[in-house]
């Protein structure tokens, strides 16, 4: 009888300890499941910190100390890799840790069933009396209580760690939104600066000065710090003469029989202007020390 009720008290310790291993196995391999989850896409925004951190360090030193030539021939590498950099959007990968509750078993409950059984003893001298012997399977399923007790301490542990992971990830993430921007206005500000550049590069002049109107302008040249002007179909005061800086007009110069003009150009070794005359074809010479024509 002895060996019958202690069989039955394993069986029913066996039963509570494979529950209790099969919940604390389930909550273990969630628990590793989020944790993986939360490190991968940690690892992943950490990566992508530092790729953005190195381009953002390599543009800045482009634009505080390289030299125009050096962003120009840098333009196409940087805009391949800031495009790189913004295809590779990892905030698309979330992590969304599971949400994990324990309803515990009602042990107050359990306490009021005979699991074992009862031991009647049926005598002729005294009525049935039944003796209940479940005090040791009482202990022992209180102490199973307690152990899921710490498993659901333990659950709430790890739960709280993955608010802590969520919340992380959300930090990270506004971070990269943050960068994100910052990256798009350097690469505004550089793309407006190469067009810039390209802009200075392409010019191959611009306007100094308008002139008053008047006849056309054949020939300009401007030896001595003055500009010599020449208009044609004049009969005299064919040359104007400006000061170089100011463009102001100082005097005329007159070239008697003077045709029809092609072109003015100075020699500053002669020191004298010559004035190309295809109508009657000549060249007339205007000595620019004392504006005497010959």
Same mark, same amino acid.
């Given at each position: 009888m002895k060996k019958i009720v202690l069989a039955t008290g394993d069986i029913v310790k066996r039963s509570v300890d494979d529950q209790t291993n099969d919940v604390l196995t389930e909550l273990q391999t969630v628990t590793s499941e989020s944790s993986s989850q939360a490190e991968s896409v940690q690892e992943a925004f950490e990566l992508a910190v530092v790729s953005m951190e190195s381009f953002h360090t390599r543009s800045r030193e482009l634009l505080d100390k390289g030299r125009t030539s050096d962003m120009t021939r840098a333009a196409r590498e940087l805009h391949e890799r800031a495009q790189e950099l913004l295809n590779n959007d990892v905030t698309a990968v979330h992590c969304h840790p599971p949400r994990v509750t324990f309803t515990p078993a009602d042990v107050t409950q359990v306490k009021r069933f005979n699991l074992i059984g009862r031991l009647a003893v049926i005598t002729e001298e005294q009525p049935d009396e039944p003796l209940p012997k479940v005090a040791r399977v009482e202990t022992e399923l209180e102490e199973d209580r307690q152990?899921?007790? *710490?498993?659901?301490?333990?659950a709430a542990v790890l739960q709280e760690e993955l608010i802590q992971a969520t919340a992380r990830e959300r930090e990270l993430q @506004? *971070?990269?939104?943050?960068m994100k921007d910052e990256l798009q206005m350097q690469l505004e500000q550089q793309s407006r600066l190469l !067009?810039? *550049? =390209? @802009?200075?590069q392409r010019e191959i002049g611009h306007l100094v000065e308008r002139l008053p109107?008047?006849?056309p302008v054949t020939g300009v040249t401007s030896p001595q710090n003055h500009?010599?002007?020449?208009? %044609?179909? !004049?009969?005299?005061? *064919?040359?104007?003469?400006c000061d170089i800086n100011s463009y102001q007009f100082q005097r005329y110069l007159t070239v008697p029989k003077l045709g029809s003009t092609a072109d003015i150009v100075a020699c500053a070794h002669n020191r004298c202007a010559y004035i190309s %005359?295809? =109508?009657? %074809?000549?060249?007339?010479?205007?000595a620019l020390s004392d504006d005497t024509v010959t």
């Open positions: 152990e899921l007790k *710490q498993a659901t301490d333990t @506004m *971070q990269l939104d943050k !067009k810039e *550049q =390209e @802009m200075k109107e008047g006849k500009l010599y002007i020449l208009r %044609d179909e !004049k009969c005299s005061e *064919q040359v104007e003469v %005359d295809w =109508e009657y %074809d000549s060249v007339d010479k205007i």
